[in-house]
T-cell receptor
Framework: AQSVAQPEDQVNVAEGNPLTVKCTYSVSGNPYLFWYVQYPNRGLQFLLKYITGDNLVKGSYGFEAEFNKSQTSFHLKKPSALVSDSALYFC?????????????FGTGTLLAVQP | NAGVMQNPRHLVRRRGQEARLRCSPM?????VYWYRQLPEEGLKFMVY????????ESGMPKERFSAEFPKEGPSILRIQQVVRGDSAAYFC??????????????FGPGTRLTVT
């Protein structure tokens, strides 16, 4: 069965410092991986995806993610955090099998950026 | 280009009533997905629809829940005889038709259902 793990419930970082939000996955075949961000009482906003190609994927708002097949990881990174980056971050993998296009989400990581 | 629209944004129902949640996908998108987010949890897939077809309903509870995406009009998620455990945020997402871009799902603001 496909699954996604986000091992940290919360990540704290000072503004201006680099940030990393971790994600590991388990899926048969080639993974399609995604990062979304959720602000309070809002829907999810798409940040970036990995389908194929370069292992380093660049996305919205200065975020990037590195796909590592040997470690089955897809960590989200940003060189310099902003207070406005504080939000809930979800990693997701596309389900496989049949005609489904569903996303399987991790439990989320709350990012808190201190000024 | 308007994003995914959901209404109502907030819905309060008493136990035993019916809840109807509506979702209008982004313009040009023909695929709709429904997800449920329980308090303090991540999103769980419920159902995936294309116009007039249910493609994957593996996440739908066996009873009381149904979904449709008619040829005309919004997608509807219907919950009959609601119970307190149905209280959650329900998110709709849409994506374009076939091709690599179909893997990007764009989410609406959600409907927060409260069952009293």
């Amino acid at each position: 069965a496909q699954s996604v793990a986000q091992p940290e419930d919360q990540v704290n970082v000072a503004e201006g410092n680099p940030l990393t939000v971790k994600c590991t996955y388990s899926v048969s075949g080639n993974p399609y991986l995604f990062w979304y961000v959720q602000y309070p009482n809002r829907g999810l906003q798409f940040l970036l995806k990995y389908i194929t190609g370069d292992n380093l994927v660049k996305g919205s708002y200065g975020f990037e993610a590195e796909f590592n097949k040997s470690q089955t990881s897809f960590h989200l990174k940003k060189p310099s955090a902003l207070v406005s980056d504080s939000a809930l971050y979800f990693c997701a993998v596309r389900g496989v099998g049949g005609a489904t296009n569903k996303l399987i989400f991790g439990t989320g990581t709350l990012l808190a950026v201190q000024p | 280009n308007a994003g995914v629209m959901q209404n109502p944004r907030h819905l309060v129902r008493r136990r035993g009533q019916e809840a109807r949640l509506r979702c209008s996908p982004m313009k040009g998108h023909s695929h709709v997905y429904w997800y449920r987010q329980l308090p303090e949890e991540g999103l769980k897939f419920m159902v995936y629809l294309q116009k007039e077809n249910i493609i994957d309903e593996s996440g739908m509870p066996k009873e009381r829940f149904s979904a449709e995406f008619p040829k005309e009009g919004p997608s509807i998620l219907r919950i009959q005889q609601v119970v307190r455990g149905d209280s959650a945020a329900y998110f709709c997402a849409s994506s374009p038709g076939p091709g690599l871009s179909s893997y990007e799902q764009y989410f609406g603001p959600g409907t927060r259902l409260t069952v009293t």
